[in-house]
């Protein structure tokens, strides 16, 4: 046997969440034409084993699966056995050559000891020793037609299928694959700025920073658009040297907040929330308010200091001196932020190892279970594997999301070392080609260990497409990421189609991260000048189709236009609470400045339907109803509705 999966590089576990459906696979084999049979032998968290018979896949590449539901959370051991199949190959043997009359009095003989052998197996209930003991009997005096008869029992088959007789087996190393809570692989995000909530335009025309519990005020508007996580930037207090001015400027004026990822201040720093914001008894009160809506509160943890921190003056080894004694400040060419110095873990690695878990385990304290880590690919990955294993030992539930927009290496190492979610290339995924790619990638490639957040926008990122894309291009990209993965984010302003760049960035102008945002999001929404309704529609149909709330289920799907992107999403009866089946095709027009007819082919075999079968789709936006087969006529048109979300209906 070679190639077992689930798997995770580097010797690392592979990941699932508790309901996710996982395919077990493995390649076997063996020499000859005799038949061979694959199972797993599973041992969950709390020492119980089971059985799970794989089945050969149909393509001629030796592979062998069966999809598995993990429920409890922990570490789950697994191993592969295979072994020589004596029924099946008997069963096989004999159905051919007494179907042509060869070798009749050869097979039944076979056939008796085999059934003898099986009879004497005192695991099988006593029900089933005497049905095989009498089938020996039977096979002792057959002729073709009983012997035949047998060879061909479904019912007999079904009693070898659950108990083997084999007489070779062979089995994999023992491996390994932690099962976390669903929010870890399942959820939607929406991001604000606490100080943005509720901030207030004074008479002189300075503003009022909101405050913990005016952003509560919002968080009932975040629970009924159907995001299950709120992100919140870094609440820390903000550093006044060098604090940047508005749009990254470097004269903050001195009512300018300053960015919040510029940690520290003469009121503290990383386990201390700014006193604009309120106090630690504010916060929790937000993280109490968010739970009641069914929120989670997902903290950012940016490893970072402003000059002013309390760490640049008791740990200046935790920072890079340069030769004329200054401390290098963060740099991402072209971008400076001379408010920023990144920590450097060369100079005292446990020390500042340490203290990061201890800022982590006081952030626990206060109700935060999620963490939205910045820049993790400039720290060690050493540090990351052992600060996730020693915090999510003490608290299982914790999640810790990597926002790394870096080389494919990295990214996916931060992930086999341990990160429950990773930000991926989404943003910069836009044509048909480049989405067929990413996505299939995504399901098939890395889904046994990253589990992608598939953010539509963030504070950094307005990318071109947003920016002259129009709104058409603002509900293609939401529509997509809501469908393709399980977790996605959207950054508010999104659904007001806030798409303006400062000059020769891909960032807003007037960028929130440096300075108050005053945003009236209901009376857009009156106007009926916003995307939150979309937004809603979307979330509520990702709450009613479990098949979009799964990753290793995406299936691309042709066109004849190189704009229409074409996949499909389909779960299986035996893992949906109904017992029925849910399968969703999304037909996208990526060009969001066109109107688009063309052909889609589908292989409608994924969802059980042969070619050429006729059934009804259901477009779950428009309530638009269509009877298709394998190959379907589709006008798409952006201005109007430029993505099909279709529901395959049951047939009567």
């Not at 199949?85 to 051919?96: F, I, L, M, P």
């Not at 720093?269 to 700014?274: A, K, L």
């Not at 914001?277 to 200091?305: I, M, N, P, S, W």
């Amino acid at each position: 046997m070679a190639d077992p999966r689930p798997s995770a590089p580097g010797g690392f576990a592979a990941k699932a969440f508790s309901g996710e459906v996982v395919p077990f696979r493995v390649v076997a084999f063996r020499e000859g034409h005799d038949l061979i049979g694959v199972h797993v032998r599973l041992t969950a968290p709390d020492g119980e084993e089971s059985l799970h018979r794989l089945s050969a896949l149909e393509d001629g590449s030796d592979r062998w699966q069966a999809e598995i539901v993990l429920h409890a959370q922990g570490v789950w051991h697994y191993r592969f056995e295979a072994f020589a199949d004596d029924y099946a190959t008997w069963a096989h043997a004999a159905a051919v050559k007494i179907a042509v009359d060869v070798d009749v009095e050869v097979m039944a003989a076979l056939g008796r000891d085999l059934f003898t052998r099986a009879a004497t197996d005192k695991t099988r209930t006593p029900a089933e020793r005497k049905r095989l003991a009498s089938t020996s009997s039977t096979l002792s005096t057959a002729d073709a037609e009983t012997a035949l008869a047998v060879a061909t029992d479904p019912d007999l088959a079904g009693l070898f299928a659950v108990r083997p007789l084999f007489s070779m087996s062979s089995a994999t190393t023992d491996q390994t694959i932690v099962v976390e809570r669903t929010r870890a692989g399942v959820g939607g995000w929406y991001e604000f700025f606490p100080r943005s909530e509720g901030a207030k335009r004074q008479k002189d025309g300075t503003i009022k920073s909101g405050t913990f519990r005016t952003a509560a005020k919002r968080l009932p508007a975040v629970a009924d658009m159907g995001f299950q996580v709120l992100y919140l930037p870094p609440v820390h207090p903000i550093g006044r040297t060098h604090r940047k001015g508005p749009n990254n400027t470097l004269d903050a004026g001195p009512t300018d907040p300053g960015s919040p990822w510029a940690i520290g201040a003469a009121e503290g720093g990383h386990d201390t929330v700014h006193p604009d914001l309120g106090t630690l008894a504010d916060f929790r009160y937000f993280v109490r308010e968010a739970r009641k809506l069914g929120v989670d509160v997902a903290l950012d943890l940016a490893l970072q200091a402003s000059p002013d921190h309390p760490w640049v003056r008791s740990h200046p080894e935790w920072f890079t001196t340069l030769p004329d004694g200054t401390i290098a400040y963060a740099e991402n060419p072209p971008k400076k932020y001379q408010d920023i110095y990144p920590l450097n873990f060369d100079g005292d690695p446990m020390g500042l190892r340490d203290e990061v878990l201890r800022i982590v385990k006081h952030w626990i304290a206060q109700g935060v279970e999620i963490f939205r880590v910045d820049n993790p690919h400039t720290k060690p990955l050493w540090f990351w594997e052992w600060l996730i294993l020693r915090v999510t030992t003490d608290h299982p539930d914790v999640v810790f999301l990597a926002e790394a927009f870096t080389r494919p290496a990295p990214l996916r190492g931060l992930a086999a070392v341990g990160f429950q979610q990773s930000y991926t290339y989404f943003t910069w995924r836009n044509t048909k080609r480049e989405l067929e790619q990413f996505l299939t990638g995504l399901a098939e490639e890395t889904a046994d260990y990253l589990r992608p957040n598939l953010f539509v926008n963030t504070p950094d990122i307005l990318t071109e497409y947003l920016q002259f894309g129009g709104r058409a291009a603002y509900r293609i990209r939401a529509a997509i990421a809501a469908t393709a993965a399980p977790t996605y984010g959207v950054y508010a302003g999104y659904e007001l189609y806030e798409n303006v760049a400062r000059p020769g960035s891909e960032e807003n102008i007037d960028n929130e991260k440096y300075e108050y945002k005053l945003r009236d999001f209901a009376a857009a929404e009156v106007a009926g000048d916003s995307l939150a309704p979309y937004l809603r529609r979307l979330n509520e149909i990702r709450r009613q189709h479990p098949a979009l709330l799964q990753l290793r289920n995406l299936a691309v799907h042709w066109s004849d236009d190189d704009g229409i992107l074409v996949y499909s999403k389909h779960l299986d009866g035996a893992f949906t609470e109904d017992g029925k089946p849910d399968t969703i095709i999304v037909v996208a027009n990526v060009d969001p400045h066109s109107v688009r007819e063309t052909t889609v082919h589908l292989d409608t075999r994924i969802w059980g339907i042969e070619p050429g079968v006729q059934y009804d789709v259901e477009d779950l936006v428009t309530g638009a109803v269509w009877t298709w087969a394998d190959h379907n006529f589709v006008r798409l048109d952006s201005f109007a509705e430029p993505v099909h979300i279709l529901r395959v209906k049951e047939r009567s």
